[in-house]
């Protein structure tokens, strides 16, 4: 709040502004918008400036500090992205943190999904709980209750995985090796 008793948000002029900067329309339901705020980084104590969205649709979100509510974009890069109950398509970041939100694709230094959902996800340190993904590849994983089709990486936790990439190869050794046997069988069958 300001000395006049106005709180943060921006006028609809000052979030058009700040919509050009994040380089997308600004689409959604009513009260949606595109904010100037302080917002704590992911892993860090002190509060610092941001872009928020509530509500909105974006095409291209740049900036140093992202957090994203109920809202949806195609591509953020930033240095920290927060997003509680969003999506995006991609995400190129330093730190993450997901609370009930979804990404295609994923990557960071550092990330925190929380019943959260992800197709890709690239990070050096990862931290998921009750989340799902698709494909991970981390050097360090911290997992509870988290379902994972192929995993690469160190993981310390409950995770389960359907294809390490161990198992992969396995799988595509025998995949490749019945359908060596199956051509086979098919040329006798058809030559008679």
Excluded: Y
């Excluded at 959604?28 to 104590?45: D, T, Y």
């Amino acid at each position: 709040m300001d000395n006049q008793g106005r709180d943060d948000a921006t006028t609809p002029q000052d979030d058009r502004v700040v919509a050009e900067r994040a380089a997308g329309s600004v689409t959604g339901a009513k009260g949606a918008g595109i904010r100037r705020a302080f917002a704590r980084i992911p892993g860090g104590a002190e509060a610092t400036q941001a872009t928020e969205v509530t509500q909105a649709e974006l095409s291209d979100v740049r900036g140093e500090t992202v957090v994203l509510d109920r809202s949806g974009a195609e591509r953020i890069e930033a240095q920290s992205v927060t997003m509680e109950r969003s999506g995006a398509q991609t995400i190129d970041a330093g730190a993450v943190q997901m609370n009930r939100s979804g990404v295609v694709a994923l990557g960071s230094d550092s990330s925190v999904l929380q019943h959260s959902t992800a197709v890709q996800v690239v990070a050096e340190d990862v931290t998921l709980t009750d989340s799902k993904v698709v494909w991970l590849l981390s050097e360090r994983t911290n997992a509870t209750n988290v379902a994972a089709i192929l995993f690469s990486g160190a993981v310390d936790g409950d995770m389960r995985t359907v294809f390490t990439p161990k198992s992969a190869a396995v799988f595509g050794a025998a995949c490749g090796a019945a359908a060596v046997v199956l051509q086979l069988a098919i040329r006798r069958f058809t030559r008679r």
